[in-house]
């Protein structure tokens, strides 16, 4: 029997009067991957937004398995188990790829425990182990500033899969990359399918076909369908609201 | 150990040897002089830490300077000899006595509204634990307040100047408890066990030097930590920082709050050095040098922001006494600062870090064609 991970509930967000997210209700099973759709402005970021903490809700709630994480602060949600990678690639530029790894495998949050030196073997065999997994074993050593656009979101992957959160939520990881890259990127996605809980936003129909089980397409602010690549296919309203005639192609 | 660190810990040895000789070298006013360097290579240290390390760029860090100064003056103030001779068997400072309503008892207690706060710095250690206790928890209210805000980049330095000049306005206000616009001067010798520091001999040197060591080896260990790396990384990015769970605002307070410890402890040095305390250590001017100190000895070194303000003052000092650019030297110290921003934006210690990673990158590379070379000159079986 699965269980839920992630519960979104009536979830919603007024921006003074522009419902972004309009009481979304979605419900996530431990170690699904689910794809987020939505033509532009669909609300999709914006929900990960509220889930991860941006943004606050004024609507609805989000659980995670049993606990209410509505609105928490941001790095306490984290610490809940919710990661999340940005649209627009975050890592630590003036570090080493090697320091970026071990700076998100620290497990304890607090700055005196931290007073310490070395992050303990454990981490070190754990970093080698995910620069493996992103293939950036080479650059371990190189700042995070000098990688291509490509690796820094391999990098930010990392980041995520070093801090091992139950759910991740990954705002188009695909952007900005190449064919190879997409490729690579969807290789790296689908290894952490089963680990993780995964939400995915992407516009790479190629990327969504790799990965996708489950599809829930946004449009403006709320669910218009869910289900599988084929059911949203030959689905009449989602042909309308974004996939346009020609279907997922 | 890779051969960065080894280097590195050379040059830290290095710069500990070269101030623990100079009193071989120099007469008691240059090592007076010196000493007086010295505790602005702290505030050097003080302002690395906080703006190359954790991204917050303090332009009031001379409100925590002048905190650790006045608290410390204070105490040596009531050891001052002139202190008894003002009609009372216990210290009474002077300039109360001339602050001091017509027929108010010549008593610390009530000689002048609020003089009683000078009451309990009759035990010179109550200054200096005020000296730091002051600083650190100045800051982390300031730093609680601002960074709970998630107030950064340019808002934080508006802030702190801010704070900065009003704290020096309230100093200079309260006349009868600071002797305003005249600070704290004609202070007594600080006195540790049977040992008094007089400011020219050389004990008093190393008393500062040694401090001015540990400090140094302190605050590099501090960022070798854990908490050091991941304080990097809130700098480098702290939303990313945030959503890796860390509490991004007690990280930042924690630094700013050392930061101003250390800031507090060179202000007490600089009144054991130079035997008084003013406003114009909160002047705006002092803490827009410091960060100039910082900036060109290399904000992300914190040895080079140390040299950088030892360094800057000597040749500030030696400038300002040659004839010719006595009116001048300003300019000749603010030329090399627009040099070292123009061109070495990380400072001379980003210069030395290029150095030294190509000088070990060409020992590497040579060594690697050796060793090629040695394998091809082995006769093949």
């Known amino acids: ?249 | 150990m890779s051969d960065k660190r080894r280097f590195e810990i050379a040059i830290y040895l290095a710069f500990f040897a070269l101030i623990m000789c100079a009193p071989l070298l120099l007469d008691p006013f240059w090592l007076n002089r010196i000493a007086k360097y010295l505790v602005f290579g702290m505030l050097g240290i003080a302002v690395a830490l906080s703006w190359g390390y954790a991204g917050i760029l303090n332009l009031g860090q001379g409100l925590f300077f002048g905190a650790g100064a006045y608290m410390l003056a204070m105490s040596l103030k009531l050891a001052s000899p002139t202190s008894l001779q003002q009609g009372s068997d216990k210290p009474v400072p002077d300039f109360m006595l001339w602050n001091a309503e017509p027929g108010a008892p010549t008593e610390l207690c009530c000689i002048t509204k609020a003089s009683f706060l000078w009451l309990p710095f009759q035990n010179q250690w109550f200054g200096v634990a005020m000296g730091l206790v002051v600083p650190v928890v100045i800051a982390t209210i300031i730093g609680l307040i601002v960074f709970r805000k998630r107030i950064s980049g340019v808002f934080v330095s508006i802030i702190t100047l801010a704070l900065v000049l009003l704290v020096r306005l309230v100093v200079i206000d309260a006349q009868p408890v600071t002797n305003g616009f005249n600070g704290l001067t004609d202070l007594g010798w600080f006195k540790v066990g049977g040992l008094e520091f007089d400011p020219f001999i050389v004990p008093t040197y190393y008393f500062v030097a040694i401090a001015l060591c540990l400090v140094l080896a302190a605050a590099r260990l501090l960022i070798e930590t854990r908490a050091g790396l991941i304080l990097q990384a809130i700098r480098d990015d702290q939303n990313r920082a945030r959503y890796l769970g860390f509490d991004v605002t007690l990280y930042q307070t924690f630094f700013f709050a050392v930061s101003a410890g250390i800031a507090g402890l060179a202000g007490m040095f600089y009144v054991v050095v130079s035997e008084f305390a003013s406003p114009t250590f909160m002047d705006l001017t002092f803490s827009i040098t410091m960060v100039v100190w910082a900036a060109v000895g290399g904000r992300s070194s914190i040895l080079g922001a140390c040299i950088g303000a030892i360094v800057i003052n000597m040749i500030s000092a030696k400038v300002s006494e040659t004839e010719g650019f006595a009116e001048a030297w300003k300019v000749v110290i603010g030329l090399i600062f627009v040099l070292v921003v123009l061109y070495l934006p990380r400072g001379f210690a980003g210069l030395a870090h290029d150095l030294v990673d190509g000088f070990l990158g060409r020992r590497k590379a040579i060594s690697r064609r050796t060793a090629e070379a040695s394998d091809a000159s082995q006769p093949a079986e």
């Open chain 1, 1 to 249: 029997m699965t269980q839920t991970a992630l519960t979104i509930d009536n979830l919603g967000v007024d921006f003074g009067g522009f419902k972004a997210v309009d009481g979304v209700t979605l419900t996530v099973e431990d170690g699904e991957l689910r794809v987020l759709l939505g033509a532009n402005g669909a609300g999709k970021t914006t929900l990960m937004d509220l889930v991860s903490g941006k943004t606050k809700s004024t609507q609805g709630r989000v659980f995670l398995h049993d606990t209410d994480i509505t609105n928490w602060e941001e790095h306490k949600i984290a610490r809940a188990g919710v990661g999340r990678k940005f649209q627009i690639p975050s890592v630590f530029k003036d570090l080493s790829v090697r320091d970026n790894l071990k700076v998100a495998s620290c497990r304890n949050p607090g700055v005196l425990p931290n007073l310490r030196f070395g992050f303990g073997k454990q981490a070190n065999q754990d970093v080698d182990h995910v620069l493996e997994l992103i293939g950036l074993a080479e650059e371990a050593n190189r700042l995070a500033a000098y990688l291509s656009h490509g690796e820094t979101q391999w990098l930010e992957l990392g980041l995520l899969i070093m801090q091992n959160p139950k759910v991740i939520l990954l705002d188009e990881p695909t952007a900005g990359m190449t064919q190879a890259e997409t490729h690579k990127t969807s290789e790296i996605v689908n290894s952490l399918k089963g680990k993780h809980t995964l939400i995915v936003v992407e516009h790479d129909m190629a990327f969504v076909r790799e990965i996708a089980e489950r599809i829930t397409v946004l449009h403006l602010g709320q669910v218009l369908a869910e289900g599988s690549v084929e059911q949203i296919e030959t689905d009449p309203k989602v042909r309308a609201a974004y996939l346009g005639s020609k279907g997922i192609s």
